[in-house]
């Protein structure tokens, strides 16, 4: 059929399955099949238990994977700062150690420099003295030959 008479003969058929579908379900109220039936949903409830537990059991080992990594992390990080305590550390005494030798290597240069520049102010004082010395000498002997000289 076509047309407006299948939409009537399909509600019609509706309508029949429908009534055969209440009767079916009349039937459910006998033992047997609401037994079978009830088994039946107790089988899914079973299902739904077991994949529960399965999920339960799959969490528990993944959160205790993650708890065993967080340990292991926070001990790793314990160990991390633990190091860098013991480098800081260690840094600080070769920087107080290089800072004492710096030390004492500026005042061993500066003992020696300002000994160096004190002879050195030193012997110049004396050739400064020794050159008034010889100019005087110079001067008394170039004045006594010129006296010498035009004093006959």
């Known amino acids: 059929m076509c047309g407006p008479e299948r939409g009537q003969t399909f509600g019609a058929e509706c309508g029949r399955q429908r009534a055969a579908v209440g009767r079916a379900v009349a039937f459910f109220v006998s033992r047997g099949l609401a037994a079978a039936w009830n088994r039946w949903l107790e089988g899914g409830d079973v299902q739904r238990v077991e994949s529960k537990a399965v999920r339960w059991w799959t969490e528990r080992a993944l959160v205790g994977s993650w708890l065993r990594w967080r340990e292991f992390h926070v001990e790793f990080q314990e160990a991390v ?4 305590a013991r480098i800081w550390v260690a840094w600080a005494d ?7 030798r710096r030390l004492l290597q500026v005042k061993a240069i500066g003992h020696f420099a300002k000994s160096a520049a004190a002879r050195a ?7 400064m003295d020794s050159a008034r010395i010889l100019r005087r000498v110079m001067l008394k002997m170039t004045n006594r030959r010129a006296h010498m000289a035009f004093g006959q």
């Open 81 to 84: 700062y633990l190091m860098k």
């Open 94 to 100: 070769l920087a107080d150690d290089h800072r004492a």
């Open 121 to 127: 102010l030193g012997r110049w004082n004396e050739h």
